[in-house]
């Protein structure tokens, strides 16, 4: 099922999506409400009963409200064209790395994406979202599975200028992913895939801006399936019905970034600016397309003062 979340008659509607009609339900129950619940399937079925309503008559909104996000870097090929020639870290093949991103900034499918304050280098990135559907703590690879809810496309818009100076300090993006990630049109739950033996979508990844096509790849192509993530992602600690776990971009053209690391000059790729359309395309998840608006300024901050380096003991006596 295609599980949707819509704006309708000025309230927030969890539905279920048919060709280009959603089914709603009634109420104030929310996609969270229902995966915490464990009802989310069962709520479909009864969605399914009701009139349906043409796509057009509602906006739709971001599948969920998650709680987390968590993305992880999980295409070999996006990281060494993201090095621009430095090659692929060993620790890179050790374990799938994630970062947390910020949930507040989760933007739906008819929602406009602002350049981010002092931003001169915006770009998208493709990447498809695992939503996690039950409690898992130290979760086994081969389990991991299990515990998705369903799929969703996820675009993680990058200020690539913040986003470079401020990692030569050693923490993650932080700033750079702050302002918006977008996931949607919808949530197709997991009985929707077919995993293969080793637990790999064997899906086609498209992404485009202003129509034309800069990158293709496919879901197969990650360097650990998603039961992996999952396991990951437990280690140590939980996953809760809601959290997002993102696949991390593609490679062959997933994100703007990539290509300029692979010799592609910013003048025939140039970065994102107001007006600019991007159109993520997962095969059998859906379309998800995105124009950028013009942001507000940054205000400033100052610069941090040298440290006087004084200790307790040099204090004047009061």
């Excluded at 008659?9 to 995966?35: E, F, K, M, N």
């Excluded at 057009?56 to 992880?72: C, N, Q, W």
């Excluded at 401020?166 to 009985?191: H, R, Y």
């Amino acid at each position: 099922m295609k599980i949707a979340t819509a704006l309708a008659d000025g309230s927030a509607r969890v539905g279920v999506v048919v060709g280009d009609h959603i089914h709603l339900l009634d109420g104030p129950v929310t996609v969270l409400d229902l995966l915490r619940s464990g009802t989310l399937l069962d709520a479909g079925r009864d969605a399914l009963r009701s009139r349906p309503v043409a796509l057009s008559e509602v906006r739709l909104l971001a599948p969920l409200e998650p709680p987390t996000v968590r993305d992880f870097v999980a295409f070999e090929e996006h990281v060494e064209g993201m090095r621009a020639g430095a090659g692929v870290p060993d620790a890179w093949y050790d374990a799938p790395t994630f970062y947390f991103s910020n949930p507040y900034a989760t933007l739906g499918p008819a929602d406009d994406v602002p350049v981010p304050p002092g931003c001169a280098v915006l770009d998208f990135e493709l990447e498809v979202a695992a939503v996690i559907g039950r409690v898992g703590r130290d979760v086994a690879p081969g389990d991991g599975w299990g515990h998705v809810a369903g799929l969703t496309i996820l675009n993680d818009w990058s200020a690539r200028d913040v986003q470079f100076r401020e990692m030569q300090v050693g923490l993650g993006p932080a700033k750079g992913k702050d302002t918006a990630t977008t996931l949607g049109p919808w949530l197709v739950t997991a009985d929707e895939f077919a995993p293969d033996g080793e637990g790999f979508l064997d899906l086609a990844l498209t992404a485009a801006v202003n129509g034309t096509v800069v990158g293709e790849d496919l879901l197969a192509d990650m360097g650990w399936p998603f039961g992996d993530l999952v396991a990951y992602a437990s280690r140590g600690t939980e996953v809760r019905p809601g959290d997002v776990l993102g696949s991390g971009t593609c490679g062959h053209g997933g994100c703007l970034g990539e290509l300029w690391g692979r010799g592609v000059s910013r003048e025939d790729r140039p970065p994102l600016v107001p007006g600019d359309v991007v159109t993520l395309e997962v095969e059998g998840i859906g379309t998800l397309s995105s124009r950028i608006v013009p942001g507000v300024d940054p205000t400033p901050i100052p610069g941090a003062r040298p440290r006087p380096r004084t200790r307790p003991a040099d204090r004047e006596p009061a």
